[in-house]
């Protein structure tokens, strides 16, 4: 999707910026072509040197230079672009383009430019929670800008951690893609599962679990974002499902289950959802009341279907790529193992739900991610940063 687009990168001035030489990198082999402008600060981490050997280009960096300006060099990188990447967007950069500054040739450029613009924030969690600069991102926001992050986790000052860390290099390239009208996920079809299911005991009572579908909305969301075509089974989630996805409501395991095999074919599936193991095998037709005994009804239960292990194990049709969640409770990483090893799942994100978390129903999480390769510990991160990361993954994965 990035083929012969034309990407401007201001590299603003934080510790962030020595993954943009990784960025570069990513962009260019997805056929972009990059130029550079840093700004004073940003020059105190990375140098012109070395962000010029992997742009193949020339950097920019003063706008009062004599030779770029001499057919208004900051106009021209304003137009030429098809999109202007600003990473890592620090705080400073934010409230100069907020307000309209020019003082250099980033913000002048920023100031002089009709195209897309998406901005990667990076900075002490403080500074991301502090009014000011809330009040500039939803400037910014408003104004157009696009956002990709920031994400939870430790900042490069000691025993500091929150929501202030740049994007990852290919969530800003999908990122990118997506604001170019395109996205690495553009034409494929992907189901995702979410929320939890009610399996009925009479008609005015189920058995459920706690699951909110926050997570799974969330990646749905995600998936969306990156130009996929959604097809979103929920059970009855608390949390609306999103905006611009196929949503497929559904209420019990054998529903979700006939709501995904109708869905099919799909490059892939990721099975988030919360699925009861367990249904009540006679579930009452009329309201079950007292009886005066003192004893409780008699339930007989019977197995649900494995949704995630049949499609995992089809025959003709299975997805290119399956990935399940586990949620639990003790031995996370060891029990989602053997579960991934069992379903015939190609991913597992495990995560651990004891209520001492407060991840189930909760606004974050923290996961495991299970491969063929390996499990990748990812730190606690807010749900949406979660989804964001997977997504990413998913579409390298696809290529």
Known sequence: MLADKRILLIIGGGIAAYKVLDLIRRLRERGAAVRAVMTA??????????????????????????QDEQDVGHIRLAREADLIVVAPATADLMAKAAHG????????????????????PAMNPRMWAHPATRRNHARLAADGVAFVGPAMGEMAEAGEAGEGRMAEPLEIVAAAEAALGGGALAGRHVIVTSGPTHEPIDPVRYIANRSSGAQGTALAAALRDLGARVTFVTGPASVPAPSGVEVV????????????????????????????????????????????SGRAPALEFAENPDILATVS??????????????AETDDVVAHARAKRARK?????????????????????????????????DWPRLAKDEVARRLAARIAAALG
């Open 41 to 66: 600060a940003a020059q105190e981490f990375v140098t012109p040197l070395s962000v010029g050997a992997l742009t193949a280009d020339h950097v920019f960096t003063d706008l009062f230079d004599r």
């Open 101 to 120: 500054f020019a003082g250099d040739l980033a913000t002048a450029v920023l100031l002089a430019t009709d195209h897309k613009v998406l901005m990667a």
């Open 249 to 292: 409501a559904v209420e019990t395991a054998r529903e979700m289950l006939a709501a995904v095999e109708a869905a099919l074919p799909a490059e892939a599936a990721v099975f988030a959802a919360a699925v009861a193991d367990w249904r009540v095998k006679n579930a009452s037709h009329s309201k079950m009341k007292k009886d005066g």
């Open 313 to 326: 194990q089809m025959e003709a049709g299975r997805p290119r790529l399956v990935i399940g969640f586990a």
């Open 344 to 376: 015939g799942c190609d991913w597992i994100v495990a995560n651990d739900v004891r209520p001492a978390t407060g991840i189930m129903g909760g606004a974050e999480n923290a996961v495991t991610l299970i491969t063929g390769e390996g499990a990748e």
